[in-house]
């Protein structure tokens, strides 16, 4: 008979190895964390389907790309997302709360000039005095534009 294990004296000097399955658990949770960082890092690299549509909806229109570029030459996208709100409310939120309501080209125009503050809450939207009148009318004509992206 074999009697080399039981005759071994006592080793104090190391734990009780850990069982396989707690490092088994450990990988899982180590790859299940990477996929979900690399799910959230994917999905905020992807353009919203709002955001599709409205820039399929630009490159067919010659005036709204005037107004996005006019936009993207001034500091919106500082504080405007598309369709999410950020310091000041989304495009889209702002299309839809102003959807066939007649004057407001000229009322959202007026407001990218010389401010706003009140509409949407307390914080203050800066005036834009050094944008011209007619491109602040291309620029508002841009942003009501995004009103069907929010149905599509
Ligand atoms: C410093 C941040 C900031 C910048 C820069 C900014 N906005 Fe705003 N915007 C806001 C805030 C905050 C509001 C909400 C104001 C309110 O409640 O009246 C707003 C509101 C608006 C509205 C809706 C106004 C209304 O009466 O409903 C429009 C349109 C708009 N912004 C367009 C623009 C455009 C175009 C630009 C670039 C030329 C721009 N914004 C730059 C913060 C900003």
Known sequence: MDTTVSTLPPDDDHDAPRPRWVGVLIVVMMVLITLGVVNVGWRILQNSPAEEAQAQRVSADPELQRGLAL???????????????AVGPGYVAIAERYAGQADAVSLLAGKIRSGSVGTWGTVIMPRHPQISDADATLIARWVLSHAEAGKS
Do not use: E, G, N
Request: charged content about 35%; aromatic content about 0%.
């Open 71 to 85: 936009a993207q030459a001034s500091d919106c996208a500082r504080c405007h997302m598309v369709d999410r709100k």
